[in-house]
């Protein structure tokens, strides 16, 4: 007869062989990977400063809401679109990190975190959201959501 405490670590190790690692997740669907494209491109828009690039994935009508200090700046897509385009020179960059994408049928939602860079350094970090909706087959932003926060140390 084995001890419980024996028959106990086999199982813990067999139960941990079965287990997939993390990094073997499902590989993005084809609207996983559409959607990213879509808020990556409005992030590429912002870096190049290009409005047009900006508004082309997001949805007429939409609004995007920043939380700054604890308090919500609600913009129209058209109004946040002329901020992320203001002239200037320093280069600026949002990275996003580890993405986590929600679809059901023409819906969608993004959630990730963030670090924006200008001129390579980290400026502020947080949290984006982004709402979506298929229209004609593409994904579309149809509402943004942010907070932002100068505490980055290790933020990922």
């Known amino acids: 007869m ?3 405490r024996m028959f106990a670590c086999t199982l813990l190790a067999l139960v941990w062989v079965a287990t997939p690692p993390a990094a073997a997740a499902k590989a993005p669907s084809a609207d996983e990977q559409a959607v990213l494209a879509s808020f990556q491109a409005v992030l590429a828009g912002l870096a190049k400063r290009d409005k047009a690039a900006i508004l082309e994935r997001l949805l007429p009508g939409g609004n995007a809401t920043l ?3 604890g308090k919500p700046m609600q913009l129209s897509f058209e109004a946040f679109a002329d901020r992320l385009a203001q002239p200037g020179n320093a280069t600026r960059e949002e990275r996003i990190h580890e993405p986590l994408i929600r679809i ?3 819906v969608a939602i993004l959630w ?3 670090e924006f860079l200008i001129d390579g350094k980290v400026d502020h970090c947080g949290t ?3 709402q979506l909706v ?3 087959g593409r994904w579309l932003i149809a509402a943004l959501a942010d907070n932002s926060r100068t505490d980055c140390a290790g933020q990922k």
């Open 112 to 114: 990730t975190s963030f």
């Open 67 to 69: 939380m700054r200090n």
């Open 128 to 130: 984006d959201s982004a």
């Open 104 to 106: 059901d049928d023409n």
């Open 2 to 4: 084995c001890s419980a």
């Open 134 to 136: 298929r229209v004609d």
